[in-house]
């Protein structure tokens, strides 16, 4: 069973950072695609940034210029720096992985991270 397992959340002021990390665990597959997704109370979960494993990345506006997202697909590992965090960041972010084959035509598989909680507050 494929596991990914997210550290790094924790409390922070206002314009603080935080380095966000996750490594898969169980069956080894070679990901796609790894990314993060958040999701604060009252809002739709939302993708932050993914990147895949050729090094193609993408951030969802709001966060453009403050975060920056890395892997290690060898190591089935993404990470997440947070810089200049404000309090609209403050969510449950969850790292997620997407497998994708091609063998009776198009396969696909997605997986979850427990989630993480940032929160950005003074």
């Known amino acids: 069973q494929v596991q990914l397992v997210e550290s790094g959340g924790g409390l922070v002021q206002p314009g603080g950072s935080l380095r966000l990390s996750c490594a898969g665990s169980g069956n080894i597959f070679r990901f796609n695609t790894m990314g993060w997704y958040r999701q604060a109370p009252g809002k739709e979960r939302e993708l932050v940034a993914s990147?895949?494993?050729?090094?193609?990345?993408n951030y969802t506006d709001s966060v453009k210029g403050r975060f920056t997202i890395s892997g290690d697909f060898a190591k089935s590992s993404v990470f997440l720096q947070m810089n200049s965090l404000q309090p609209e960041d403050t969510a449950v972010y969850y790292c997620?992985?997407?497998?994708?084959?091609?063998?009776?035509?198009?396969?696909?598989?997605?997986?979850w991270g427990q989630g993480t909680q940032v929160t950005v507050s003074s």
């Open positions: 990147i895949t494993r050729g090094g193609s990345t």
């Open positions: 997620t992985a997407r497998l994708v084959w091609f063998s009776s035509g198009r396969s696909e598989n997605n997986y």
